[in-house]
């Protein structure tokens, strides 16, 4: 079974990649980083998501590079500890240069809400509280 999830997002200033997630309290493996690539630490040891500019992304691809602030290709969902947590980092992520795509949905057992990086990519933040999940 897999250990590790490397997620690779194209990105078309590297720069201005990192500075937003550092604004939003995330850090980054400066080994597998350099000027055409970065990797984002989600959760050490495990979640990782590579930002590549868009040049060093093709490298891995031979079809087109969607525009995310025009397509969605992928919804990136993080499970936050709580409530609080989940509308703080979209408050950052909106004050940081992302964007709010969505109003937060309360669904009793688990609330959601969310941004888009500078670069368009969705990112989910969701609270799930499984004690309150309906029985089913």
Request: charged share 25%.
């Amino acid at each position: 079974m897999p250990k590790q999830i490397f997620v690779n997002l194209p990105v078309k200033d590297l720069k201005r990649s990192m500075d937003f997630f550092t604004q939003l309290g995330f850090s980054f493996n400066l080994q597998f980083t350099d000027e055409k690539a970065a990797c984002l630490i989600i959760n050490d040891g495990s979640i990782y998501a590579m930002l590549l500019t868009e040049p060093m992304f093709r490298t891995f691809t031979k079809k087109e590079i969607a525009d995310a602030t025009k397509t969605t290709e992928v919804l990136i969902a993080l499970d936050i500890e709580s409530r609080e947590e989940v509308d703080e980092m979209v408050k950052k992520a909106a004050n940081s240069g992302g964007s709010i795509y969505a109003d937060p949905q309360d669904h009793g057992w688990m609330y959601q809400h969310g941004f888009a990086d500078p670069d368009g990519h969705q990112w989910e933040l969701l609270c799930m509280d499984m004690t309150k999940l309906p029985q089913g």
